[in-house]
């Protein structure tokens, strides 16, 4: 559905200001772990929740009451409990990474919309032009050092719905960390006087050991020897940026394209197969090439027996990686695909990560994941972004806003008639995202015996 507007949308923002903790907290230095302090984790990522006026389910506490003003009140209180986020990082010998728990806390932005939530339609979705002014990065906050570690801004739109965009250190929590900080501020906000769940810090749970003990290939860390690479040669103002849904049917017709023995994989690594294999044959690489698929995996699952504590809100995350020829990828059936992403899947254990961390101390701290041929995938359709409810009800979208060039993430998205699929944002070349845009449609429409019958692939297609 396309954008409804009379006028020309706008949001009006106030001067940013910083929100500190409620109460007064501990002033000292927290080292970060291994695993957190590590290149590839020394970026922001931006994370959108839209929420309607549903001011006549809201719990009594909340009704009539200004969005803002109880979501600052509430992130006030769960910085009591999470003050590290309101400190600053600082560098150590060699670039280690601390925070300063300094109290000076987090920069929020209000601002006010012209228009409703209801008139983006369909365009609730990443990669909507629209996005950008709702998660403003303020200048001069984007640095790693010295900077707050959280910016918020909400924005209300003239019907009473309101959006709430939260831009995050990656070097301070993963994903499911900051669902957690999330939950605590969702508690604050109906009315609770403290956490449900307390947070724990003991980063030194995935520091390396002593000696280390590199016990792993770690090729997610190894950079791939190519004769050339689109991503650094193209202009950044050359590269598109979309989103494509699946729904049952088109996970059910990508299904019918493997053997039988692939047919029990999961959503993720069908999903993360597909787009990986579209992508290769897209961009048009030389046959010989090598690419690379890594994919993240939370170290908090119980197969992995890491002993992480309820609370821990640190990144517990590794991206265990494959590689393939590229014409051995383009040229195979998905099933090919799926095998190597689920063999990704398999190098995730106790002993893979802990290696990992192994390796930041051994080679001097913080080798970066590859650049050159590599595609990481992370499945977000699960953290429960899409069930923080500030008293106004679940979110209409809850996700990441924005991809780069060689990550996409699984997020769970419902569409205006009910049906829930994932939406998985890409970045490419704009001569390769037709080329990918037309790959894709051929997987999911191609008649043949095995397949589904089915409409097009519906696809969400707001450029950032």
Request: charged fraction near 25%.
């Amino acid at each position: 559905m396309a954008p409804k507007f009379s006028l020309v949308l706008s949001v009006t923002r106030q001067a940013p200001e910083l929100i500190v903790p409620a109460r007064p907290t501990p002033r000292e230095l927290k080292q970060l772990s291994d695993i957190d302090d590590q290149e590839s984790f020394r970026f922001h990522i931006p994370v959108i929740f839209l929420y309607k006026n549903n001011s006549a389910t809201s719990p009594p506490v909340l009704k009539e009451k200004d969005p803002v003003k109880v979501i600052k009140e509430a992130i006030s209180e769960a910085l009591v409990y999470y003050y590290p986020f309101a400190g600053r990082l600082i560098e150590g010998p060699n670039r280690k990474l601390m925070v300063d728990c300094n109290g000076e806390g987090i920069l929020f932005l209000e601002a006010e919309a012209n228009f409703n939530l209801e008139q983006l339609g369909g365009a609730i979705q990443p990669q909507c032009p629209y996005l950008e002014q709702l998660t403003y990065n303020v200048p001069g906050s984007e640095g790693i050092l010295g900077c707050p570690l959280l910016l918020i801004q909400v924005t209300r739109f003239m019907c009473g719905g309101f959006a709430l965009a939260i831009r995050f250190k990656h070097t301070m929590c993963d994903a499911s960390g900051l669902v957690q900080f999330m939950k605590t501020i969702e508690e604050m906000a109906r009315g609770a006087n403290t956490p449900s769940l307390f947070p724990v810090w003991q980063r030194k749970r995935l520091c390396a050991r002593n000696p280390p003990q590199v016990t792993n290939v770690h090729l997610e860390y190894e950079e791939i020897n190519n004769n050339s690479d689109t991503f650094i040669t193209t202009n950044p103002n050359e590269m598109d940026h979309k989103s494509f849904y699946f729904g049952p049917k088109e996970v059910r017709v990508l299904k019918n394209q493997l053997p039988l023995h692939l047919r029990n994989c999961s959503t993720f690594e069908l999903l993360a197969a597909c787009m990986w294999r579209c992508r290769t044959i897209a961009l048009q690489l030389d046959p010989k090439d090598t690419v690379q698929f890594s994919c993240l995996v939370t170290a908090r699952a119980k197969d992995y027996k890491m002993d992480i504590p309820s609370g821990y809100y640190g990144n517990a995350v590794a991206f265990p990686a494959v590689h393939s020829k590229v014409g051995a990828l383009c040229n195979n059936p998905l099933g090919y695909a799926v095998a190597l992403v689920k063999k990704a899947k398999a190098e995730m254990s106790e002993e893979h990560i802990r290696s990992a961390a192994d390796l930041m101390e051994v080679k001097g701290r913080r080798p970066r994941h590859a650049i050159k041929g590599n595609y990481i995938v992370s499945d977000l359709s699960k953290v429960g972004f899409d069930r923080i409810d500030l008293g106004w009800g679940k979110p209409v979208f809850a996700g990441i806003a924005g991809t780069k060039s060689i990550f996409s993430f699984l997020n769970r998205y419902q569409k205006e008639d009910g049906e829930t699929g994932t939406l998985i944002p890409i970045r490419l070349p704009r001569p390769s995202m037709k080329r990918f845009d037309e790959e894709l449609k051929r997987m999911i429409q191609g008649s043949t015996e095995d397949l589904f019958d089915i409409t097009e692939t519906r696809k969400i297609a707001c450029k950032l």
